[in-house]
């Protein structure tokens, strides 16, 4: 089993750059998380899909939209990026029963020049 | 707003030690809380899940406790070898059913030969 994929690994972007970034998991999972994570900061939620069809904002949405594309795939896209929006991002899916630990992908290091 | 805290950035001990990190919350009260390890350039990986009602949990030479009074969790790693070095991510859930974690900004532990 892959498990949670996420692509690229790695992007350098140029200030204003539109990009998406890809992430899809084969466990069936309901609920699906995108997380940046930056020194000092540690994992921040950016949106989640809590099941197919429905998303919301976490603590840090701006400059970011997603798309539930189907159960497997949640995508997020970043506009018009800014040097602020470098960092590393993690896509994670949860069965969505509490007592179920997250999957994380092994995430994608973005460059935003 | 709720508040998580790691006590250490880092935490140094030697081989065969028991090492004891600590995870603080405050302005929150979590149904239960989840510790997690991250590897350099690696997503975190799931490592145990305790809930408000268990005291102690434990897993191979992991043992993690929960105090709800103190608001309080500690993760211990009996006869610890190299290969425990990472960083520990405690993590809580984000109330109501949310599904949602938050995380503290991490352990980095070093165990030395």
């Known amino acids: 089993n892959a498990g949670v994929t996420q692509t690229p690994k790695f992007q350098v972007l140029k200030t204003g750059q539109s990009m998406t970034l890809q992430c899809a998991q084969d466990?069936?999972?309901?609920?699906m998380y995108w997380y940046r994570q930056d020194p000092g900061m540690g994992l921040r939620l950016i949106y989640y899909?809590?099941?197919?069809?429905?998303?919301d904002k976490g603590e840090v949405p701006n400059g970011y939209n997603v798309s539930r594309l189907n159960k497997r795939e949640f995508s997020l896209r970043l506009e018009s990026a800014a040097p602020s929006q470098t960092s590393v991002y993690f896509c994670?899916?949860?069965?969505?029963?509490?007592?179920?630990?997250?999957?994380f992908g092994s995430g994608t290091r973005l460059t935003v020049v | 707003s709720q508040k998580i805290e790691q006590n250490s950035e880092a935490l140094n001990i030697q081989e065969g030690k028991t090492a004891t990190l600590t995870c603080n919350y405050t302005?929150?009260?979590?149904?239960?809380l989840q510790w997690y390890r991250q590897d350099p350039g690696r997503g975190p990986v799931f490592l145990l899940l305790?809930?408000?009602?268990?005291k102690e949990k434990r897993k191979e030479r992991l043992k993690v406790t929960f105090d709800t009074t103190l608001k309080q969790s500690l993760f211990h790693i009996t006869a610890s070898q190299p290969a425990d070095s990472a960083t520990y991510l405690c993590?809580?859930?984000?109330?109501?059913?949310?599904?949602?974690?938050?995380f503290g900004k991490g352990t980095k532990l070093s165990v030395i030969p």
């Open positions: 994670a899916s949860t069965q969505g029963d509490p007592w179920d630990g997250y999957t």
């Open positions: 466990m069936n999972h309901n609920s």
């Open positions: 899909s809590a099941s197919e069809g429905t998303t």
């Open positions: 302005n929150y009260s979590p149904a239960y």
């Open positions: 305790i809930r408000e009602n268990e």
């Open positions: 993590a809580l859930e984000g109330g109501a059913g949310s599904y949602q974690l938050t």
